[in-house]
């Protein structure tokens, strides 16, 4: 399957600074790149969509000047998780759309980023 | 609200035996479906995609899809305690405006 990568692995940062993470597809081209967090013990949460050359589109209630989205490249999307606090501290995943035949895409997962704001 | 929905489980299973997953989706547009798995503190990682009504074999999985009853299940065969994880049910569609919904998950353990 296709391989995506997401760095750092782990983070631990002092409340108030910002905090890049980036996701990327290492053997194919990815138009579509999600951003999703986890917390402990509950369900991936879709944070935004992160289109290649435009604007990020966020769910709701996902507050887009605190979570940056840049998508600059076919292989590279990066978050930057701006003036983090404690409850901020959260598994934040990445995946990336390889196109199928016939339309019939797949999401891949890279290995996530485990944030912690001290 | 297009939803897929998943037993939390735990589903424990002894070895060996079959484990069976379900998740049902409220989407009739929806057109492609996915079953990943997650160890815990891990990321979630793809184990099966089936699109077309039926069952699709891999190895010791397979996944079974009924469109008409909105309704897709993951088979594990000779169930090993290394499958013991949360395994996720997402449903998918729109080639232009793609677009996934994952279920919360189910637990499964498989005791040795």
């Known amino acids: 399957g296709a391989v995506v990568s997401q760095h750092p692995s782990w983070v631990i940062c002092k409340s108030g600074t910002s905090v890049k993470i980036e996701c990327r597809s290492l053997d194919f081209q990815a138009t579509t790149m999600f951003w999703y967090r986890q917390f402990p013990k509950q369900s991936l949460m879709l944070m935004a969509t992160?289109?290649?050359?435009?604007?990020?589109?966020?769910e709701q209630g996902v507050e887009k000047d605190k979570f940056l989205i840049n998508h600059a490249s076919l292989t590279l999307s990066t978050l930057t998780v701006t003036s983090a606090h404690p409850e901020d501290s959260s598994f934040y995943i990445c995946s990336a759309r390889a196109e199928g035949q016939g339309g019939m895409d797949t999401q891949y997962f890279g290995p996530g980023t485990r944030l912690t704001v001290l | 609200q297009k939803e897929v929905e998943q037993n939390s489980g735990p589903l424990s299973v002894p070895e060996g035996a079959i484990a069976s997953l379900n998740c049902t989706y409220s989407?009739?547009?929806?057109?492609?479906f996915f079953w990943y798995r997650q160890y815990s503190g891990k990321s979630p990682e793809l184990i099966m995609f089936i699109y077309s009504n039926g069952d699709k074999e891999d190895g010791r999985f397979t996944a079974q899809l009924n469109k008409a009853s909105q309704y897709v299940s993951l088979l594990i065969r000779d169930s090993q305690p290394s499958d013991s994880a949360t395994y996720l049910c997402a449903a998918a569609w729109g080639a232009g405006g793609f677009k996934t919904i994952f279920g919360a998950g189910t637990r499964l353990f498989v005791k040795a």
């Open positions: 992160s289109n290649e050359g435009s604007k990020a589109t966020y």
């Open positions: 989407d009739r547009g929806s057109q492609s």
